[in-house]
Protein backbone atom coordinates (compact mmCIF):
# COMPACT_ATOMS: atom_id res chain seq x y z
CA UNK A 1 0.00 0.00 0.00
CA UNK A 2 1.60 3.39 -1.12
CA UNK A 3 0.08 7.25 -1.85
CA UNK A 4 -0.47 8.03 -5.08
CA UNK A 5 -1.76 11.44 -6.53
CA UNK A 6 -3.58 9.85 -9.85
CA UNK A 7 -5.61 11.61 -12.73
CA UNK A 8 -9.18 11.73 -11.61
CA UNK A 9 -10.14 10.09 -15.39
CA UNK A 10 -8.37 6.70 -14.16
CA UNK A 11 -10.53 6.36 -11.00
CA UNK A 12 -13.43 3.61 -12.03
CA UNK A 13 -16.02 3.44 -9.78
CA UNK A 14 -16.36 -0.31 -8.62
CA UNK A 15 -19.51 -1.64 -11.14
CA UNK A 16 -20.22 -3.43 -7.83
CA UNK A 17 -20.41 -0.41 -5.13
CA UNK A 18 -23.42 -1.82 -2.91
CA UNK A 19 -23.22 2.22 -1.84
CA UNK A 20 -26.45 4.49 -3.00
CA UNK A 21 -24.89 7.24 -5.40
CA UNK A 22 -25.57 10.65 -4.25
CA UNK A 23 -25.98 13.15 -6.36
CA UNK A 24 -25.56 17.15 -6.11
CA UNK A 25 -28.12 18.80 -4.63
CA UNK A 26 -28.78 15.78 -2.03
CA UNK A 27 -28.39 16.66 1.63
CA UNK A 28 -25.73 14.44 2.35
CA UNK A 29 -23.95 15.78 -0.94
CA UNK A 30 -24.05 18.86 0.62
CA UNK A 31 -22.77 17.98 3.75
CA UNK A 32 -19.95 16.14 1.90
CA UNK A 33 -19.21 19.27 0.40
CA UNK A 34 -18.86 21.45 2.60
CA UNK A 35 -16.43 18.95 4.47
CA UNK A 36 -14.12 18.40 1.37
CA UNK A 37 -14.30 22.49 1.31
CA UNK A 38 -13.40 23.06 4.31
CA UNK A 39 -10.45 20.42 5.66
CA UNK A 40 -10.14 19.21 2.12
CA UNK A 41 -9.42 15.48 1.28
CA UNK A 42 -8.37 13.78 4.51
CA UNK A 43 -9.62 10.64 3.67
CA UNK A 44 -7.69 9.73 0.67
CA UNK A 45 -9.72 7.36 -2.10
CA UNK A 46 -8.88 3.83 -1.97
CA UNK A 47 -7.82 2.75 -5.59
CA UNK A 48 -6.94 -0.60 -6.61
CA UNK A 49 -3.81 -0.41 -9.65
CA UNK A 50 -4.99 -4.06 -10.49
CA UNK A 51 -8.81 -3.88 -11.31
CA UNK A 52 -8.63 -0.18 -11.80
CA UNK A 53 -11.37 0.43 -9.31
CA UNK A 54 -11.95 2.74 -6.81
CA UNK A 55 -12.32 0.70 -3.94
CA UNK A 56 -13.41 3.38 -1.20
CA UNK A 57 -13.92 6.69 -1.67
CA UNK A 58 -16.66 7.12 -4.09
CA UNK A 59 -18.61 9.87 -3.21
CA UNK A 60 -15.94 11.90 -2.14
CA UNK A 61 -14.83 11.24 -5.57
CA UNK A 62 -18.06 12.33 -7.11
CA UNK A 63 -17.93 15.26 -5.43
CA UNK A 64 -14.05 15.65 -6.04
CA UNK A 65 -14.87 15.15 -10.22
CA UNK A 66 -17.76 17.75 -9.79
CA UNK A 67 -15.55 20.60 -8.19
CA UNK A 68 -13.51 20.02 -11.54
CA UNK A 69 -10.72 18.55 -9.24
CA UNK A 70 -8.01 17.00 -11.73
CA UNK A 71 -6.14 14.94 -9.58
CA UNK A 72 -6.84 13.09 -6.49
CA UNK A 73 -4.45 12.11 -3.48
CA UNK A 74 -5.12 8.27 -3.34
CA UNK A 75 -3.96 5.11 -1.31
CA UNK A 76 -2.97 2.57 -4.12
CA UNK A 77 -3.63 -1.00 -3.29
CA UNK A 78 -2.79 -4.18 -4.88
CA UNK A 79 -5.94 -6.76 -4.70
CA UNK A 80 -7.62 -9.61 -6.51
CA UNK A 81 -11.02 -8.99 -7.34
CA UNK A 82 -12.79 -10.93 -4.38
CA UNK A 83 -10.51 -9.09 -1.68
CA UNK A 84 -11.01 -5.77 -3.68
CA UNK A 85 -14.82 -6.15 -3.16
CA UNK A 86 -14.38 -7.38 0.59
CA UNK A 87 -12.54 -4.36 1.29
CA UNK A 88 -15.32 -2.47 -0.53
CA UNK A 89 -17.70 -3.61 2.05
CA UNK A 90 -15.55 -3.23 5.36
CA UNK A 91 -14.82 0.42 4.46
CA UNK A 92 -18.34 0.69 3.89
CA UNK A 93 -20.01 -0.96 6.47
CA UNK A 94 -21.44 0.58 9.61
CA UNK A 95 -20.77 -2.77 11.42
CA UNK A 96 -17.46 -2.32 11.28
CA UNK A 97 -17.26 1.21 12.92
CA UNK A 98 -18.39 1.44 16.66
CA UNK A 99 -20.99 3.26 18.12
CA UNK A 100 -21.00 6.81 19.67
CA UNK A 101 -20.39 7.02 23.22
CA UNK A 102 -23.17 9.57 23.77
CA UNK A 103 -21.73 11.06 26.77
CA UNK A 104 -18.76 12.34 24.93
CA UNK A 105 -20.76 12.97 21.69
CA UNK A 106 -22.45 15.23 23.74
CA UNK A 107 -20.06 16.84 25.47
CA UNK A 108 -17.91 17.67 22.30
CA UNK A 109 -20.56 18.96 19.93
CA UNK A 110 -22.42 20.88 22.92
CA UNK A 111 -18.52 22.85 23.73
CA UNK A 112 -18.31 23.32 19.48
CA UNK A 113 -21.91 25.16 19.61
CA UNK A 114 -21.12 27.14 22.45
CA UNK A 115 -17.98 28.53 20.80
CA UNK A 116 -18.23 32.15 19.26
CA UNK A 117 -17.78 32.42 15.88
CA UNK A 118 -17.69 28.61 14.98
CA UNK A 119 -20.01 26.63 13.11
CA UNK A 120 -21.25 23.45 14.62
CA UNK A 121 -22.49 22.10 11.54
CA UNK A 122 -18.93 21.65 10.12
CA UNK A 123 -20.02 18.58 12.41
CA UNK A 124 -21.83 17.18 9.95
CA UNK A 125 -24.95 17.46 11.71
CA UNK A 126 -27.32 20.21 10.28
CA UNK A 127 -28.81 22.75 12.88
CA UNK A 128 -31.70 20.66 13.36
CA UNK A 129 -29.41 17.60 14.02
CA UNK A 130 -27.76 19.89 16.72
CA UNK A 131 -31.05 20.44 18.00
CA UNK A 132 -32.24 17.25 18.77
CA UNK A 133 -28.74 16.05 19.91
CA UNK A 134 -28.34 18.66 22.13
CA UNK A 135 -32.25 19.06 23.03
CA UNK A 136 -32.17 22.37 22.55
CA UNK A 137 -35.72 24.44 21.99
CA UNK A 138 -36.70 24.80 18.58
CA UNK A 139 -36.44 28.97 18.06
CA UNK A 140 -38.98 28.10 14.94
CA UNK A 141 -41.50 26.24 16.86
CA UNK A 142 -44.57 26.68 16.41
CA UNK A 143 -47.44 24.65 18.47
CA UNK A 144 -50.13 23.71 16.19
CA UNK A 145 -53.27 25.74 16.44
CA UNK A 146 -55.37 21.96 16.42
CA UNK A 147 -55.03 19.85 19.32
CA UNK A 148 -56.59 17.10 16.46
CA UNK A 149 -53.87 14.36 16.36
CA UNK A 150 -54.88 12.45 13.26
CA UNK A 151 -53.48 15.34 10.91
CA UNK A 152 -51.15 12.87 9.75
CA UNK A 153 -51.79 8.92 9.90
CA UNK A 154 -47.81 7.95 9.46
CA UNK A 155 -47.03 10.06 12.42
CA UNK A 156 -48.11 9.53 16.06
CA UNK A 157 -47.69 13.02 18.23
CA UNK A 158 -46.59 13.03 22.02
CA UNK A 159 -46.82 15.41 24.07
CA UNK A 160 -44.48 15.09 27.44
CA UNK A 161 -44.64 17.77 30.49
CA UNK A 162 -41.49 17.24 32.50
CA UNK A 163 -41.20 19.28 35.63
CA UNK A 164 -37.79 21.16 35.73
CA UNK A 165 -36.19 19.33 38.72
CA UNK A 166 -36.60 16.15 36.84
CA UNK A 167 -35.45 17.77 33.25
CA UNK A 168 -31.40 16.90 33.25
CA UNK A 169 -32.12 12.72 34.25
CA UNK A 170 -35.23 13.03 31.74
CA UNK A 171 -33.14 14.01 29.13
CA UNK A 172 -30.89 11.44 29.46
CA UNK A 173 -33.46 9.29 28.13
CA UNK A 174 -34.98 11.54 25.34
CA UNK A 175 -31.12 11.17 24.29
CA UNK A 176 -31.41 7.57 24.08
CA UNK A 177 -34.33 7.55 22.26
CA UNK A 178 -33.49 10.11 19.70
CA UNK A 179 -30.15 8.11 19.25
CA UNK A 180 -31.94 4.73 18.63
CA UNK A 181 -35.12 6.19 16.50
CA UNK A 182 -33.51 8.99 14.49
CA UNK A 183 -36.24 9.70 12.56
CA UNK A 184 -38.44 10.81 15.71
CA UNK A 185 -38.16 14.70 16.39
CA UNK A 186 -38.19 16.24 19.39
CA UNK A 187 -39.80 19.76 19.80
CA UNK A 188 -39.08 21.26 23.14
CA UNK A 189 -40.97 24.39 24.73
CA UNK A 190 -39.52 26.17 28.01
CA UNK A 191 -42.10 28.14 29.95
Not at 27 to 53: C, M, Y
Amino acid sequence: MHFQSINIDELRPAPYNPRVKLKPGDKAWKKLERSLEEFDLVQPIVWNKRTGHVVGGHQRLEVLRHRGVLDVDCVVVDLPLDREKALNVTLNNAAVASDWDSDKLLDLVGELSTLPDFDATLTGFDNQELRDLLLMPDPEFQPSPSTNMDTDAATVQATLSIPQEDWESASEYLDDLLGNFPDVRLNLRKD
